[in-house]
Nanobody, 114 residues
Framework: QLQASGGGLVQAGGSLRLSCAASGIIFQFYSLAWYRQAPGNQRELVATITSGGSTNYVRSVERRFTISRDNAKNTVYLQMNSLKPEDTAVYYC??????????WGQGTQVTVSS
């Protein structure tokens, strides 16, 4: 299971850090990701981190968001800085096994006010 937390209401320009704690999987072997879904929009891939630590970001969050993982704590993080109203969405964490089996967290709401 994946348990996401850390969402909330923040003013534009502010920061939030999302966390997603995993249980029941061999965390270190999984690729991890954060997705988001705004009302009326499809779910969008925001950032990924491989088991080896390589990261990728959607262009709209590059240089503002940082994905990281702590294998000792079975946790993946998303540090979000310089938040914009268009970052408002429900954020979901994802863990994908080497067999491409996906696990999802329950989502955490991020709201950025202008």
């Amino acid at each position: 299971q994946l348990q996401a937390s850390g969402g909330g209401l923040v003013q534009a320009g502010g920061s939030l850090r999302l966390s997603c704690a995993a249980s029941g999987i061999i965390f270190q072997f999984y690729s991890l990701a954060w997705y988001r879904q705004a009302p009326g929009n499809q779910r969008e891939l925001v950032a990924t981190i491989t088991s080896g630590g390589s990261t990728n970001y959607v262009r709209s969050v590059e240089r503002r968001f940082t994905i990281s993982r702590d294998n000792a704590k079975n946790t993946v993080y998303l540090q979000m800085n310089s938040l914009k109203p268009e970052d408002t969405a429900v954020y979901y964490c994802n863990a994908r096994s080497t067999q491409r089996v996906d696990y999802w967290g329950q989502g955490t709401q991020v709201t950025v006010s202008s």
